[in-house]
Each structure stands twice: as C-alpha cells, then as structure tokens.
C-alpha cells in the first residue's frame, strides 16, 4: 500500500451512469490485476474503493458508476484536480492458473477484467470474456477487449443487446479455469454453473481499505478474512454461500 497524490486527466462519460477517470502520477505501488484504490473526496468522511481498470508507469484508468452522493460528486472532478489516494490495495487475482481462462464481468464488476486480460494475454494466455449488463444503454468496454484479439460475449438482462439474459446464459464452451468480478447474486450463479475451479473478486463496504478496521470481514472455509486485506479476490473452494 502507498499513499500519494494523483492529478486527475480525464473524466469522462462512457455509458448510462457509467465513467471513466484517468490519473497521473506514481502508480508503482500496483502489481497485479484486480487490485483497487481508495480515493479521499472533499467533504466526505470515508474513502471511495474502486477497482483498477488499466494501469501503466505514471497513469491509473479507472471506472465507476454514479450509484450515490459521493459518486455522483466524482462526476465534477474537472482534469487537473488533485486526489489523495491510496494505491496498491488487495491481494488480486493469480494469473499462473490457467490455460484457458474465461473472464466473466458483471456491470462495474467489468472495469478488473480489461486488466486481467491484458496480462494474461502477456502471460502467453487466450482468455476469452463475458460481459453482463442490465441494459444495451449500459454496455461498455466491449469494443476496447475486442481490441486486444480475444472473443467477446455480451449479455443483457431485458435482452436489448446480445444475449438475452444473465452472464451464465452467454458462456462459451471451451474454457478451463475462470475469473469474475460483480454483484453477488451473478457469483452465486457462476459458482454454481461452472465445474472447474476460479477465482471471485468481492465487492464489499470498506472503512479503512487496508485491513485495520475488520469491517469487511468475511467467513471463509479456512476462517474469516477481510476483504480488503486478505481479498478483494478469493477461490472457489474457500468461498461459503
């Protein structure tokens, strides 16, 4: 974990209540895929954790939806504004698993998965990916996996675009090992369609983000853990339903 001072470089609008904030500044604390930030706002008591969509020497991509006041506030954070963030955070997902990795991301549970195939696509991996949302007004990231080369399944509650229905009803066949990020009732849903084994990444309220707090603890198969400490990410065979 590392505490710095990022200056913000865009602040866009991508989809219904969905944007994309982009960030300069020492970004050498993240080493994996599927870690998060913790952002400090203005006028807000608690941090805002969000989950890291793209990351290079000096810039952070970040993506988050609009779902109450201190997002809604991110929304104004004009380029050049600076933030006080705390990077690093979370274990993220192990990419030596697999051969044939299926990436499965439900609404903000997408951003994670662009990461993660990037490097497993250095690793020397092909994975593919399915994307799910409630509606076609809410889709996106789709044209920017399909840019890396891999195959791309999107699914859609109320059928509007691609595959009518949940992420479960749009899986390709072929795949041995798989990694997920979104609601809970979407992981429910995946542990119990897939055979094999996979690695789930946990949304969850965080107080402090770095595992002092024991607010986002969780029971486990092997004992509680914290979320932000001892997750975001956790296997298949260690999760309880």
């Not at 500044?25 to 993240?30: H, P, V, W």
């Not at 072929?174 to 979104?182: I, L």
């Not at 949304?203 to 975001?232: L, V």
Request: charged letters at 20%.
């Amino acid at each position: 974990m590392k505490q710095t001072t990022l200056t913000v470089v865009e602040n866009a609008r991508l989809a219904d209540g969905i944007y994309r904030l982009r960030l300069a500044g020492d970004t050498s604390a993240i080493t994996a895929p599927g870690q998060f930030v913790n952002l400090k706002l203005s006028g807000f008591f608690l941090r805002r954790p969000i989950s890291v969509c793209d990351w290079s020497d000096g810039e952070l991509t970040l993506i988050y939806k609009v779902l109450g006041h201190g997002t809604e506030a991110m929304t104004g954070m004009a380029p050049g504004t600076e933030l006080d963030v705390l990077t690093g955070l979370g274990n993220g997902y192990d990419i030596s698993k697999s051969t044939k990795p299926l990436l499965i991301g439900g609404g903000v549970g997408v951003p994670p998965m662009y990461f993660l195939a990037k490097k497993l696509i250095e690793s020397g991996q092909r994975p593919c990916v399915v994307l799910g949302f409630n509606t076609k007004d809410e889709v996106f990231y789709e044209n920017e996996f399909k840019a890396l080369g891999i195959d791309v399944f999107v699914a859609t509650v109320d059928g509007s675009y691609g595959v009518k229905g949940f992420v479960t009803d749009a899986f390709p066949d072929d795949y041995d090992y798989f990694y997920t990020c979104g609601p809970l009732p979407m992981f429910k849903a995946v542990y119990d369609k897939t055979q094999c084994s996979g690695q789930f990444s946990f949304e969850e309220r965080m107080g402090c983000g770095f595992g002092a707090c024991m607010g986002c603890s969780c029971k486990t198969k092997y004992g509680n853990k914290r979320i932000c400490k001892d997750g975001p990410v956790l296997v298949k065979e260690e999760i309880i339903w």
